[in-house]
């Protein structure tokens, strides 16, 4: 975790150089110097796994989107030529772009604590490479943390490519809880959450969730050093690259914070499996490694005692239940007893 990131990761930029932070300056887009981890610096991380051309929109899209003061810190892991070539000309067309190269994949935890290290911003978003940021996307989650200091992350609505129908939003996320023990967490984008368009009174709920995706989540710098950020693989235990979000979303509720969800702010998140070539180097190599996805989900679940992983979607139910050790598929009805009385979900 945190304390011991700069040990578990060599910090090199694009030259193979080792990164300073001592005097790396807090600089936004403007070339206005900040003092370190000032809350009006808000730090945005990527991570960088091929798809140089997603990675370019996204940034591209920040800057067009964000007249507020940030900076962008991107991790990689040993992407191919092509793509380093697009980060060194993101790098070289402004000062409050940072890179970091890595060998081999650190996976997604790691690679967002690198980030997190190597920030300078008061505030942080995580943000996923496929995400193009839309008007007035950052103001919104940053007045949520400025105005309630029981909050400590927030999300935003994700829409599907078609900027109209909605990916994500904060009444997907859901938990089951007995008292003060969580036993089930996930997504329920079953009947009339399966086809939401952005400006459904649904949608447009905010308020306190019991998890939220990282594909577009702000959280306080304070709070994720209070959690001890992600929890990273290291010496065969931890979490690689699959529920990281709610790992962390539950470390920061038992920190004593809320989780939110802001409708205000939107992005899109351009992430569709029926129209990709899962065969390829990206998904192959980095997004759908099922055997290391099922040993982080069974890390997950065993270390906060959960018993149900959660993911009902519009028309497949693939919630799994840990039984014996073991992660079996389970067919759930959220809305029968006794689930219905321990649903927690937007409020």
Not at 40 to 59: H, N
Not at 108 to 132: A, E, P, W
Not at 174 to 197: N, P, Q
Not at 205 to 226: A, F, I, K
């Amino acid at each position: 975790m945190l304390e011991d990131v700069d040990k578990l990761y060599s910090f090199v930029d694009l030259d193979g150089e080792k990164i300073d932070l001592e005097k790396r300056q807090a600089i936004d887009q403007y070339k206005k110097v900040y003092k370190d981890f000032s809350f009006y610096l808000t730090s945005i991380i990527l991570i960088s796994a091929e798809r140089g051309d997603y990675t370019k929109r996204c940034v591209e899209n920040i800057f067009k989107y964000t007249p507020e003061p940030f900076e962008i810190i991107i991790s990689d892991v040993g992407s191919s030529d092509e793509t380093k070539r697009i980060l060194e000309q993101l790098k070289k067309s402004s000062p409050n772009i940072h890179i970091i190269c890595n060998q081999k994949s650190t996976g997604t935890t790691g690679q967002r604590n690198q980030g997190i290290h190597v920030s300078k911003g008061g505030l942080l978003v995580f943000m996923d490479n496929d995400v193009l940021a839309l008007p007035n996307w950052l103001k919104p989650l940053r007045k949520v943390v400025q105005d309630n200091q029981e909050i400590g992350a927030v999300g935003a609505k994700l829409l599907k490519p078609d900027g109209n129908s909605v990916y994500y939003c904060g009444a997907h996320a859901v938990t089951l809880e007995k008292g003060s023990k969580i036993y089930g967490i996930g997504l329920d984008k079953e009947e009339e959450l399966s086809d939401l368009k952005k400006d459904d009174p649904v949608s447009q709920m905010e308020g306190n969730v019991p998890w939220y995706s990282t594909t577009t989540l702000l959280v306080r710098r304070d709070v994720v050093y209070l959690c001890g950020g992600f929890d990273d693989l290291k010496e065969g235990k931890g979490i690689f690259i699959a529920n990281e979000d709610k790992d962390l979303c539950l470390s920061i509720r038992g920190e004593g914070f809320k989780i939110w969800y802001s409708p205000e702010s939107e992005t899109i998140h351009n992430h569709d499996y029926s129209k990709v070539n899962r065969k390829d180097k990206y998904h192959k190599d980095y997004r759908l490694r099922m055997d290391q996805i099922e040993n982080d989900t069974l890390y997950f679940m065993k270390k906060w005692n959960l018993t149900y992983l959660l993911e009902k979607l519009p028309h497949e139910d693939n919630t799994k239940k840990l039984e014996k050790g073991k992660l079996v598929p389970f067919k759930i009805d959220l809305l029968s007893v006794p689930y219905s009385g321990d649903l927690v979900r937007l409020k």
